[in-house]
């Protein structure tokens, strides 16, 4: 990590807290708020993903070990949280936002922000490959983690069409997806498209951060926050601690283990209020643990950065 912590972390919070202070001011209405999120998701965030993966060294950027030690996190914190919901016997809509705040992650908008922040270019290739694998399999999980509660008294069907039509319906799926497959077959890039992307996704990240920022209100903290604290605990606490602890055993270290803990920690996704909603689900439930996730998730990375710096000066504890 070649940056002091506070100049990894400090910058992008204060991005996020610039659109916070945009959306009080009244400099951006909610209306631009709304064309805005929907242009970062549908163009420019797809754009930079793509860009990014496929000028990338896919066999120098892909690191199997870390995948696989992300995927077990997801899976394995999707797990325990679904049957924490069961045991505790909470109601479908709240069991299935629980387990979704503790496993989906903003991968894309926080996630690769901080990785650019502390590891620049190099970093953002590995965690822009490892995007690819990522957000299909945490889009699934979302799903099951909200239809499976309620699976008596959904009418939604759950054949491959409808898998289809979840993968299919996402942009940074797709783009993350040909951005691998274009880095894996090393195909050239066209210099004038790469001119063209460079100053596109030049505003993507910015962007999604200052988005961010602008959709945070105090309202959305309402309902049993205690539980919106756990799942909020278990995805910025837990869940990296468990990651970096499988990478360790893994001799895994250095660049590849803060990305692994960087993407592992990240807050829940802002897309997990709109699924909420969509799947009728608790989307209050959902909302509180976005904002309690980002807002502690400053103290969480600087915490967690601190110590990958100490085990970077002194080794592995394992």
């Known amino acids: 990590m070649s940056h002091a912590i506070h100049l990894v972390v400090l910058p992008v919070f204060l991005v996020i807290g610039l659109g916070f202070s945009l959306k009080r001011t009244g400099l951006v209405k909610s209306e631009f708020l709304f064309e805005l999120n929907r242009f970062i998701y549908y163009v420019a965030l797809p754009a930079l993903l793509f860009f990014k993966i496929a000028t990338a060294d896919f066999y120098a950027s ?8 992300l995927i077990a996190g997801i899976v394995v914190t999707f797990l325990l949280t679904y049957g ?7 109601s479908p809509g709240v069991q299935g936002a629980f387990c979704q705040g503790a496993f989906r992650g903003n991968l894309a908008y926080v996630g690769l922000a901080i990785i650019y922040s502390a590891y620049g270019e190099a970093g953002f290739a590995v965690a822009g490959i490892l995007l690819g694998f990522l957000v299909p399999i945490m889009n699934c999980l979302s799903v099951v983690a909200l239809i499976l509660p309620r699976k008596q008294e959904s009418q939604l069907e759950l054949g491959m069409a409808f898998w289809f039509r979840q993968i299919l319906s996402n942009p940074l799926i797709i783009a993350s997806f040909v951005g691998v497959m274009w880095s894996f077959l090393e195909i050239p890039l066209p210099e004038i498209v790469s001119r063209a992307l460079s100053i596109l996704t030049g505003m993507s990240l910015p962007l999604a951060l200052i988005a961010i920022g602008a959709s945070f209100s105090f309202r959305k903290l309402r309902g049993d926050l205690g539980l919106a604290a756990l799942s909020a605990g278990i995805k910025i606490i837990a869940m990296p601690v468990f990651v970096a602890g499988g990478l360790l055993c893994l ?9 692994g803990v960087i993407l592992a920690g990240t807050p829940t996704a802002t897309a997990a209020y709109i699924m909420a909603q969509q799947m009728k689900s608790d989307a209050e439930l959902s909302g509180a643990i976005i904002m309690l996730s980002t807002m502690f998730s400053l103290v969480s990375y600087t915490l967690a950065l601190y110590l990958l710096q100490l085990i970077e000066q002194h080794g592995s504890p394992f």
Request: glycine share 24%.
């Open 251 to 259: 001799d895994v270290g250095g660049q590849e283990l803060g990305i």
């Open 84 to 90: 924490y919901g069961k045991y505790r016997n909470y």
């Open 62 to 69: 892909f690191n199997g070990v870390l995948l696989g030690v």
